[in-house]
């Protein structure tokens, strides 16, 4: 720690000013927060806002809607498979260039997308924009963390809250594109935000230094990629209606990948200089909320991808409305998650958990059922706020979870987090989608998974009690 006139102090691999102390540039670290906001913010917008514009896409590129749905499906591959990997690099050659060259990559491929003409192009255009916004979150994380010195645990668990509001937005946003006759603007309005970002955070953020580490642990890195590449194609192949659990396109890719995971994790446990230290994969704390951010990805992100299919399959609402029932959760969100945030260093991580996983556990089993003396789209509405309360109770205390246990490694643990929460998505929807594409009762199979979610929120009630508990700062 160096102290100046300034009273400024070192945290991670930046230079910050303490807040409260003479010069403390408050106003700066609000703005450097809206700027690393409206990056996250634009990286998971584009996780669902194809989602609306896929008939639309298949239409004017001349493809199937099987081949259309890739370019959602590759740009989720792509984030699992980054995520922890720009955590590392964060980490270790500091926040900002990895930051820059993220947005710079995501601007870039979505120009590219929003003038593809061929939709192979399009679905390779996608794998690389994946990249850019799969690297965003990790060391946006670090640098809020960072440039907050003692308040980072609140600012942190504002921010990484940012994440799931952005996947309610994005059918909204699609819709609006496509009603209006221009579904290439669902990626060409990122340029203009992508190069805004860019500017501000060359001049606003701090240069950083990076970590001296040792040389680079390229086969763990290999190991990692190809095992969760293989396992996601795996997975994802189940939602083809054509390929069931005997096909080898499922058991080749998960048995291939489930292999090279298993290298990777004892590489981990034993190499003098890990990608990824052991410890933060099954240590003390670590390991349950790994699989706390699995079962929750699959219950909560599956959960805001499935809802407007299944508002029209079983209550047959339109398309446009369907997708303003997202609104709902993420009035919730907001209504709460400031609150939740501010409230951690008092009640702890275990009681917001624990409410929030019930909360949206009700949430979800209203959404099962069928109402009587209200419309579908007004119960779907209040049920979806419900679960909306729930996730902004829960998750301002899961993101920041086990923080205190690796403060020194914030953007490797934020990608190991986001990777397990889109790994449990993944999983969740080929899974669903496949089940519903093998019913006779489509409505029927979508209630039949919701309750499957709420079970699964439910059973981490009890898993929260095994998270080391933390008040304060951390």
Known sequence: MTTTPTASIEIGDARHVAPGAPGAALPRRKIVFAVVAFALMMASVDQTIVATALHTIQHELDGSLALAGWTITVYGLGQVTVMPLAGWLSDRYGRKRVFLVAIAIFTLASLSCGLATNMYVLIALRAVQSIGGGAIMPSATGIVADHFGPNRDRATGLFTSIFPLGGAVGPLIGGAFVDGGAWRGIFLVNVPVGIAVIVLAAVLLPRGTPSRGRRADIPGILLMVGGLLALMLGITALSDPAIGADDWRFFVPVVVGAALIALFLGRMATAADPFIPIRLIAGRGFGVMNLTNLLLGASVI???ALVPLYAQDRFHIA???????????????????????????????????????????????????????????????????????????????SNNAIMQLAGDRVSAVAGLRGMFRQVGAIFAISITTAAIARSDDIGTAFAIAFLVFAGILLALVPLTLLVPEHRGRW
Do not use: K
């Open 302 to 304: 599956g959960f805001g």
């Open 319 to 397: 398309p446009l409305p369907s997708g303003t029932l997202l609104t709902a959760r993420s009035i919730g969100m907001i209504a709460i998650a400031a609150v939740a945030t501010f409230l951690l260093r008092r009640i702890g991580y275990r009681i917001p958990m624990m409410v929030g996983f019930g909360l949206s556990a009700l949430g979800l089993l209203g959404a099962a059922l069928v109402p009587t003396d209200v419309t579908p789209y007004l119960w779907l509405s209040l049920t979806g706020a419900l679960t909306g309360l729930g996730q902004g109770m829960a998750l301002p205390a």
